[in-house]
C-alpha cells in the first residue's frame, strides 16, 4: 500500500462546477496536509495546508481532513480552465521527518 | 513569481560531465531542500539542509553531491550522472526544516543528461 494514494485522473470537470480531489493516506499518526498545484512543465505551489479534522476554506478552495478516515480532499467551486494542472497532495509522516507526496491527480477543466 | 530561484532553467550534460545546479532564497528560511521529479510522477526528496547543516540524504548515489554555503544559497553538484538522472530538480526553502512547514518551490532545473 502507498503511503499516499491519489487517483490520477484525469478528472474532467466542467467550468462552473465543482471540483472534487480526493486523498488517503496510510500512516494514523500523520499531523499535516498540504495541497500543491502544479502546472505542466513548472514547479508544485501550495494551494492549502490543513492540520485539524474539518473543513478550511479560502477563497474558491476548501480542504477537509478525516483523521479517522485517513482522509483528506480539496474541493475547488466555480472550476475555472485556469485551475487545470495537476493537484499533489503531501503528508507529513508520524516521525515527522520529511513530507510524502502522492502521486497527484490530474484535474481538466472543460469549457 | 517565486521568491526562490534556480539557474540554470535547462542543462544538458554528457556522462563525463560536471556541472552545478544553483539556488537562492531570500525569505530568511533555514532549511533549503533538494527534489527530483520525473514526468508525471511526484517529487522525490534527495537532501535537506537545516541550519547549513545536512539533515536528510535519502540514499542519493554519490554523484549527486549537495553543498550549502550558507543559509541563502544551496549547490547541487553534478559528476558522471546517467541518463536515468534526466528529470526535473526542484529546489524549495521553508522556514526551519520542521516538516509541518509549508514548502516554497523554484522553477526548476529540467537536466537531460546524454
Known amino acids: 500500500q502507498k503511503e499516499v494514494e491519489q487517483n490520477s485522473g484525469p478528472l474532467s470537470v466542467p467550468e462552473g462546477a465543482i471540483a472534487s480531489l480526493n486523498c488517503t493516506y496510510s500512516?494514523?499518526?500523520?499531523?499535516?496536509f498540504f495541497w500543491y498545484r502544479q502546472y505542466s512543465g513548472k514547479s508544485p505551489e501550495l494551494i492549502m495546508s490543513i492540520y485539524s479534522n474539518g473543513d478550511k476554506e479560502d477563497g474558491r478552495f476548501t480542504a477537509q481532513l478525516n483523521k479517522a478516515s485517513q482522509y483528506v480532499s480539496l474541493l475547488i467551486r466555480d472550476s475555472q480552465p485556469s485551475d487545470s494542472a495537476t493537484y499533489l497532495c503531501a503528508v507529513t509522516g508520524s516521525s515527522a521527518s520529511k513530507i510524502i507526496f502522492g502521486s497527484g491527480t490530474r484535474l481538466s477543466i472543460r469549457p | 513569481d517565486t521568491e526562490v530561484t534556480q539557474t540554470p532553467k535547462h542543462l544538458v550534460m554528457g556522462m563525463t560531465n560536471k556541472k552545478s545546479l544553483k539556488c537562492e532564497q531570500h525569505m530568511g528560511h533555514r532549511a533549503m531542500y533538494w527534489y527530483k521529479q520525473k514526468a508525471k510522477k511526484p517529487p522525490e526528496l534527495m537532501f535537506v539542509?537545516?541550519?547549513?547543516?545536512?539533515?536528510i540524504n535519502e540514499s542519493v548515489p554519490s554523484r549527486f553531491s549537495p553543498e550549502c554555503p550558507n543559509s541563502s544559497l544551496l549547490n547541487l553538484h553534478l559528476h558522471a550522472l546517467q541518463p536515468e538522472d534526466s528529470a526535473l530538480y526542484l529546489c524549495?526553502?521553508?522556514?526551519?526544516?520542521?516538516?509541518?512547514?509549508?514548502?516554497?518551490f523554484g522553477s526548476g532545473t529540467q537536466l537531460s543528461v546524454l
Open positions: 539542509y537545516s541550519y547549513e547543516k545536512l539533515s
Open positions: 500512516d494514523r499518526g500523520s499531523q499535516s
Open positions: 524549495a526553502s521553508s522556514q526551519a526544516g520542521q516538516s509541518n512547514e509549508k514548502l516554497f
